[in-house]
Nanobody, 116 residues
């Protein structure tokens, strides 16, 4: 069993930065890829960024590329999402996600609100 807990959300102004954290418990964190998704009000949950097990491969959605950076610290069982140059359209609940042996795990989400 894996549990994912996000933190770091909040209310910021456009142009500000935030760093989200996702701490995992349970199975060996360093053995699986991690991703971040987000869901804005009235919209579907969408992929934001992903990172492989050792951090040497990352992938980003086009609308965050160049502004967001995903990373991980396997010693701390934590993945991060550094969000810079935030825009009002980045307002959403952000979720971390792992797919381990075809079983999906989601965190409870952390709210990010970007005011204009």
């Amino acid at each position: 069993q894996v549990q994912l807990v996000e933190s770091g959300g909040g209310l910021v102004q456009a142009g500000d930065s935030l760093r989200l954290s996702c701490t995992a418990s349970g199975r060996s964190f360093s053995s699986y890829a991690m991703s971040w998704f987000r869901q804005a009000p009235g919209e579907e949950r969408k992929f934001v960024a992903g990172i492989n097990w050792n951090g040497d491969t990352t992938l980003y959605a086009n609308d965050v590329k160049g502004r967001f950076a995903i990373s991980r610290d396997n010693a701390k069982n934590t993945a991060f999402l550094q969000m810079n140059s935030l825009k009002p359209e980045d307002t959403a609940v952000y979720y971390c996600y792992a797919n381990i042996l075809r079983r999906e795990y989601w965190g409870q989400g952390t709210q990010v609100f970007v005011s204009s």
